[in-house]
């Protein structure tokens, strides 16, 4: 049964100005020639209970990988408790310890004693390991013959070839290809039906959001946000934006924040607001009605849509179509309606709206709304099809 308890967690980092001062902390014992010191981890609290998959978000230098390796027991805090109960497993780097000169067969059995598996373990997931892997026929050939996937997805096969309290995810679901991929996650999920935690870190904000109930986002340290996992992402887009304003973050399901008084989403029929119901094949109208809380400059205003797994079907803005808002004065109403054809396939969507300056969210964030409005497609007279997109296709036969 595993369980994390973090708290007041804090780690810093010592360093040196000059080369000379390293030389000097060196022949005192680290008592002179220290002059810098880093925080990469500042008072964190976490509690993470059996069967939680939780993400973890934030730019480079977060505190991401840091957090892990605490918790990893690599390296160790010098500030707070850590309670971690149950085995732990952390998928970091997959294929670190291979020899290449050694065979599949040999890495598996040499890493498998350093990941802890008993040899009698090892005899037992051998030929399991190879088949999830995907390599069976070549267990006898030596690593360097292999390529970089391959070994990856060896490492990963013999790292979760037995299910761990505490699993932890350092962006290894980067691994082979889209079907190896789709195995990977189909393991976490047994995983944690089973009762394990899963802790992610992902820069693939679609694998957070589909994959992970609770989402964590750091930021120079710090735990900005803990939570459901829309409004974590919202978030962090509003941090990319704007780095050094962190006083949007916010745990309300919407918050319009300093820009924009109101905002309205809907989708037209005959000019009115209709129902969020849309036919695969057909036409639609998608009009965003917003009034703004202060002056605003050089507006953008965009949508993303979504599918139910949290895949990204679609997006564009008013600027990328060649309209452009100068400026919007305060409590003044703009709409801005999309017209599109409805080319993806029947099942529920969500809708995501993005109001901000020049060309992309980076440029200077306004308001980011992540799958704030849900709608659903159906299918009424048309072929039924596969995948996510739909296109009205004829066939001939000759």
């Known amino acids: 049964m595993g369980s994390i308890r973090i708290k007041s967690l804090s780690k810093e980092y010592l360093g040196f100005s000059k080369p000379h001062r390293r030389i000097l902390a060196g022949l005192s014992f680290g008592y002179w020639g220290i002059d810098t010191r880093y925080r990469a981890l500042s008072d964190i609290h976490l509690n993470a209970k059996q069967g939680e998959a939780i993400g973890i978000i934030g730019r480079n230098g ?8 605490v918790l990893c027991g690599v390296i160790q805090a010098e500030e707070g408790e850590i309670e971690i109960e149950g085995t732990l497993r952390a998928l970091l780097e997959l294929s670190v310890g291979f020899n290449p000169e050694l065979s599949g067969e040999e890495n598996v059995y040499y890493n498998g004693l350093v990941w802890g598996y008993q040899p009698n373990e090892i005899r037992e997931i051998m030929d399991s390991v190879f088949e999830f892997a995907g390599l069976t026929e070549f267990r006898k050939i030596p690593l360097k ?3 970089s996937g391959m070994s990856m997805r060896l490492g990963f096969s013999l790292a979760t070839a037995r299910r761990p309290d505490i ?11 889209a079907g190896f ?21 992902s820069h693939d904000l679609s694998l957070v959001s589909h994959f992970c109930k609770r989402v964590i986002l750091l930021e120079k340290g710090k735990l900005l946000f803990d ?13 990319l934006a704007n780095p050094e304003n962190l006083e949007f973050i916010d745990s309300n399901p919407l918050s319009l924040g300093d820009y924009i008084e109101s905002l309205h ?7 009115r607001p209709g129902p969020d119901l849309l036919f695969v094949g057909g036409e639609t109208c998608l009009q965003i009605e917003l009034q703004a809380k202060q002056d605003l400059t050089d507006v953008t205003v965009g949508f993303h849509i979504d599918d139910g797994k949290g895949v990204r079907v679609f997006g564009t803005n008013s600027l990328l179509l060649g309209e452009k808002i100068p400026s919007l004065k305060r409590s003044e109403t703009r709409k801005v309606q999309f ?14 709206v993005a109001v901000h300056k020049g060309e992309t969210h980076m440029e200077g964030s306004y308001f980011w709304g992540e799958s704030i409005h849900d709608f659903e497609v159906e299918r009424v007279g048309v072929n039924k099809s596969v995948g996510l997109a739909y296109f009205p296709v004829e066939v001939r036969i000759s």
Do not use: W
């Open 265 to 271: 989403i809907s989708f037209l029929q005959n000019d």
């Open 145 to 147: 013959n292999y390529s």
């Open 181 to 201: 991929q789709q195995k990977c996650l189909n393991r976490f999920y047994e995983f944690l039906a089973q009762g394990s935690i899963v802790l992610v870190v």
């Open 62 to 69: 977060a505190g991401k990988s840091t957090l892990l390796k």
């Open 167 to 177: 699993l932890i995810v350092d962006e290894a679901l980067a691994v082979g290809d």
């Open 227 to 239: 939570g459901e996992p829309k409004k974590a992402i919202e978030n962090y887009m509003h941090l």
């Open 339 to 352: 017209r599109f054809p409805v080319h993806f396939s029947e099942g529920k969507y969500s809708l995501g």
